[in-house]
């Protein structure tokens, strides 16, 4: 369990120490194949992890099994109509909304208990938020919420199901925004709730859970779920403006100054397209892809794409683009065509938030045709880990050598650079190494010798963090003997 506050003894928030690795940053090792969350949920004042970890000690003090739960790609519906609505204007550019929103990911708690309150079958992991995003009759807080209730959209019972429902499984309607009126683009219903996941028993692996949550994305049972879910908040308004726990908006959707006309066949364009990273996203280089456009019909096409770049903070909401570009591109039929891009470092980094997310996004349309297509594509920029060797074999009482390998990955140099090194049961306090001034993609190592006070498994924890990054960070597990 992570404390939460700060160090006493140095006066350092715990968001700044080592050991925030395993608190959100990474949340999983970069090579596991996860995306990783690029910040805890409203960093440092409000973050989500620090809270929900504070609830899992206090809850399994009073005897209730408790875990932690990170959901990636969280929705944050506040209309209550289980849709997370979109707005972009004709250049591509994703524009800032002050009500829905698809958060980079979000944290909570499920606590086991009885629900004598609920129809059989309804007890078992129930869903307790220690950060809520919005009001549950009047006050801030969220659950219990069945976890099974919310699988099988009970989204009728108490408490908060309906939201919880739409943080896992809402769908996402993205609008074109022009001339004061608003044009569907796109219903996406598979992006909301990905990777749902705890921490295994006994191990550091990620738990994939997204099952307990909802069916496979894309089944007929999926859908079946979505909809029943949806009939059963349309009943609710019916017969008031309140649901389990909740206050609802009267009314389903917000007004529309635009009715998107139904296309006729010769409106459709038939024409995909996709983004695709060439490099790594790492963090200091240039971002290269290309977007990638198919001709799925048998006539020519014509297409302007707009493109755009901006960043993104955690809780979905974009800051202003610092990239555009427009492409024309002429497709035979069944041709596919790639259109290549770059965005240098020196252009991105000073538009880039804490969060470290960026959002491309391309709008394309045809000559004489209503039709829009648009992709998007959220990347998360990385840094190296840092790498620890334990030099020898770890015993109670014995002197041991730890190495700590790690570079300063951007192309400036940096200043006011700061390792600190830390591990319960193997130092008796955190180790703070100033460097200083770090030269250009410099990589530099560093021997501390310590010994070990507690036997078993430890874990050693590093953050390296200057005056133009924060937070690059490393771990290594080490089993402490006994005796040799």
């Known amino acids: 369990m992570m404390t939460m506050g700060c160090s006493m003894e140095n006066g350092v928030r715990i968001t700044q120490t080592a050991s925030t690795l395993q608190s959100g940053l990474a949340a999983w090792p970069s090579n596991s194949g996860m995306p990783q969350a690029a910040s805890p949920c409203a960093m440092a004042s409000a973050g989500s992890l620090q809270p929900s970890c504070a609830q899992v000690g206090m809850m399994r003090c009073l005897g209730i099994p408790t875990r932690v739960i990170t959901n990636f790609d969280s929705g944050h519906d506040t209309d209550g109509n289980l849709i997370i609505d979109e707005y972009y204007d004709n250049t591509g550019r994703i524009l800032e909304n002050k009500k829905d929103t698809v958060w980079n990911f979000h944290v909570w708690n499920e606590c086991w208990m009885v629900r004598k309150d609920l129809p059989p079958g309804y007890g078992g992991w129930q869903v307790l938020d220690a950060t809520p995003q919005e009001t549950s009759n009047g006050f801030y807080c969220c659950g219990p919420a069945s976890v099974h209730a919310i699988k099988e959209g009970e989204v009728d019972l108490s408490y908060d199901t309906a939201f919880v429902f739409s943080m896992v499984n809402a769908d996402c309607v993205s609008w074109l925004v022009h001339g004061g009126k608003e044009q569907r683009l796109h219903r996406d219903t598979n992006s909301v709730g990905n990777f749902i996941s705890t921490k295994s028993i006994q191990s550091d692996e990620r738990d994939d859970i997204t099952e307990n949550y909802k069916y496979e994305e894309g089944t007929p049972q999926e859908r079946q779920v979505f909809l029943k879910a949806l009939q059963k908040l349309k009943i609710e308004r019916s017969q008031g403006p309140y649901r389990a726990g909740r206050p ?28 695709q990273l060439l490099d790594p996203p790492n963090m200091g280089q240039d971002i290269r892809f290309v977007l990638l456009v198919l001709n799925m019909s048998l006539q020519f096409k014509d297409l302007k794409v707009n493109l755009s770049a901006q960043s993104l903070l955690h809780d979905g909401n974009p800051l202003r683009p610092f990239w555009q570009d427009t492409a ?6 069944e041709e596919a065509k790639t259109h290549s891009c770059q965005i240098p470092y020196s252009q991105y980094s000073q538009y880039l938030s804490a969060d470290k997310l960026i959002r491309i996004s391309a709008l394309g349309e045809e000559k004489g045709s209503p039709e829009k297509i648009l992709v998007d594509k959220i990347i998360t920029l990385t840094y190296p880990a840092i790498m620890i060797n334990v030099l020898g074999t770890a015993v109670v009482n ?25 591990g319960s049961g193997l130092f008796k306090k955190q180790q703070r190494v100033l460097i200083g001034v770090f030269k250009p993609q410099q990589r530099a190592s560093i021997t501390l010798k310590t010994v070990p006070f507690k036997s078993g498994q430890r874990q050693i ?19 402490v003997n006994l005796t040799l």
């Open 328 to 333: 024309f591109i002429t497709l035979s039929p």
């Open 398 to 422: 014995q002197p041991l050598s730890i190495q700590v390998i790690f570079s300063n990955p951007l192309l400036e140099q940096v200043a006011d650079c700061v390792l600190t090194v830390e």
């Open 461 to 479: 924890q590093a953050n390296l963090r200057s005056n133009k990054f924060k937070d690059i960070k490393g771990y290594r597990n080490v089993y």
């Open 248 to 275: 609802m908006p009267l009314s389903q959707d917000r007004p529309r100054s635009l009715h998107t006309p139904a296309l006729r066949p010769s409106d459709i364009i038939h024409v995909s397209l996709k983004f």
